[in-house]
Every structure is written in structure tokens, then in C-alpha cells.
């Protein structure tokens, strides 16, 4: 009898102490390391393939110092484009050079274009964001902005924004988002291929985005791939979208299979909580001609 409940006992502690090495693991590998997700995109309106490399959700996290771990694995991808959709910075400091010495880095690698996300928005010396100091003295920042740029012959239109990208038809009981949605309607009516850095998802998954607007490629982040990840669950909580969102990083298409979003799970997380189960990611995206497949492996 003795001997069966100081084996259980043994069995316990021994369960429990796995357990713990895996929680720590876990938060470890989480936050340290990043991972590389790879996605294809056609379009009849492309005549060379573009690699688009995205990085997103830093919140001033380094991989290796001074980042050189994210910079020299962007330079093995050979992007002709990288963008960043949001949230590099963190909100709650102070400091921006870690941002901008990978901007510097990233500039030397490929054509570099940045979007907004609430930690710029909400951060506290916002204005060296919007001076320069911080994005456009290496990268183009576009704030319901866009332009055209040709990479490799291929002409396209690019654009930026933050905010809620409501499609028009919410616009009747919904006026606050009017200037966004403005945007998006005016950066759409162009026959190029349109590529949209918007930091926040949850109107192109939510509110029926990639159906209603013509805008053939949205990139995303801000979920952060639901921050917790449960086995067998998922993302615990996603902004804007609540417990067990489900939907909270990869690629979604239009109903019609024509236009797409990539959604990032990001590199980092607000200091506020941890990342747990949920490793970082940079993800590739080569935007091909219709009916042209590449074989990453």
C-alpha cells in the first residue's frame, strides 16, 4: 500500500515536472526564435513573380543583436519588396532605435514600404514617427496613402493604412470610419495589381472585406496568432475579435478565390503578456502570373 502511493506520488511529481520544462520551452522558443511561412499568390494582372517579405508585430523585440538574426535571414529570402504592417514599435516605451537600425538594415536588402498600427499611434513620441525620425529616412511610411512602383518591370499600386477598412454598405450606421473606407475605395479603382499594408484584420474577416473591396492583396497583423495558443484550440484572444477568434493568422481568400489577405502572427508581443505555443513568423509571399507554381521546399 505504501509503496503503490509512493509510486503514484513519483509518477506525479514526475508528470508535473515535464509539464513545467515544456511551459518554459514553450514561453522560450515563443519569444526567442522566429519561423519562416511561406505563401502563394496568383493574379492575372502580374507578369513576373514578386517576392514580398513581411515583418510585423515586433513591438522592439530583437532576434540576435541588432536583429541580425531577422536581417540575415531576409537577405537568404532575396525579396524584391519588404514591407512592415504595424506595430514595430511598442506603445509603453520610450525607445525607437531598435526599429529603426533594422529599417536601416531592411533598406539595403530591397525596396522597404511601412504601415502604421495602434503602438505607433498610441505612442508617446508619435511625433518622431511622423517627423522621420523613426521610419522615413530608410523606409516609405504610407498613412491613407498610396503610389505606384514598378518592381521588375511590373508595375503595381501599394498603399497603407490604419484603421477599420469597413466596406461601404456598414457606412450607413457607421460613420466614424468614413475616412478609411474613403481611402480604400480610391486606392482600389486602378486596373494595377493593389497591395494594402493594413495593420488591423477584423474587417476583411469579419465584415465580409475581401468580398466587398477590389483590392487584390491585404497584408495584416495585429492578432499576433491569438498570442496564447491552446493545443487542439488555438489563439486564446485576438483584438477586436474576442476569446477563441479561430481566425487568426494565415492566408483567407475571396469567395471568388481572386483576392487574398496574408495575416501574420508577427514577431513579438506587448510586454504586457508573453507569447506562449506561438512562434514568431516572417512570412513570404510570391505574387505569381496565373497558372505558375514555385516549389519552396
Not at 17 to 34: A, D, G, W
Not at 48 to 75: A, Y
Not at 153 to 158: A, F, N, S
Request: aromatic share 10%; charged share 25%.
Amino acid at each position: 500500500m505504501k509503496l503503490n502511493k509512493k509510486l503514484k506520488l513519483i509518477i506525479l511529481s514526475s508528470a508535473l515536472f515535464l509539464l513545467l520544462i515544456l511551459i518554459f520551452t514553450s514561453l522560450y522558443l515563443s519569444n526567442n526564435i522566429f519561423t519562416v511561412t511561406y505563401y502563394e499568390v496568383e493574379s492575372d494582372k502580374i507578369n513576373n513573380s514578386i517576392r514580398v517579405v513581411q515583418l510585423s508585430d515586433l513591438h522592439n523585440s530583437e532576434f540576435g543583436e541588432n536583429n541580425k538574426e531577422l536581417t540575415d535571414e531576409i537577405k537568404k529570402l532575396e525579396p524584391d519588396l519588404i514591407i512592415t504592417t504595424g506595430d514595430m514599435l511598442d506603445g509603453y516605451e520610450d525607445e525607437y532605435q531598435t526599429v529603426k537600425n533594422l529599417l536601416s538594415e531592411l533598406s539595403k536588402i530591397a525596396p522597404l514600404y511601412s504601415s502604421n498600427g495602434n503602438h505607433e499611434i498610441m505612442y508617446d513620441n508619435f511625433a518622431a514617427v511622423k517627423s522621420g525620425d523613426v521610419y522615413s529616412e530608410h523606409s516609405t511610411l504610407l498613412e491613407k496613402e498610396y503610389v505606384e512602383i514598378a518592381i521588375k518591370g511590373q508595375k503595381l499600386r501599394i498603399g497603407g493604412v490604419y484603421g477599420y477598412c469597413l466596406p461601404e454598405i456598414y457606412l450607413k450606421n457607421n460613420k466614424a470610419h468614413r475616412d478609411v473606407s474613403l481611402f480604400v475605395k480610391e486606392f482600389q479603382d486602378t486596373e494595377l495589381f493593389t497591395l494594402l499594408m493594413c495593420h488591423m484584420p477584423v474587417c476583411f474577416i469579419e465584415n465580409s472585406g475581401l468580398d466587398l473591396w477590389e483590392v487584390d492583396l491585404v497584408f495584416s497583423g495585429h492578432a499576433h496568432g491569438g498570442q496564447v495558443r491552446l493545443p487542439f484550440i488555438g489563439g486564446l484572444y485576438a483584438p477586436d475579435q474576442g476569446l477563441f477568434p479561430g481566425e487568426v493568422s494565415g492566408l483567407y481568400r475571396s469567395g471568388d478565390g481572386e483576392k487574398t489577405m496574408v495575416l501574420s502572427r508577427g514577431l513579438g508581443s506587448s510586454k504586457n503578456i508573453p507569447r506562449f505555443n506561438n512562434i514568431p513568423e516572417l512570412t513570404v509571399t510570391d505574387i505569381l502570373p496565373k497558372e505558375v507554381i514555385l516549389n519552396n521546399e
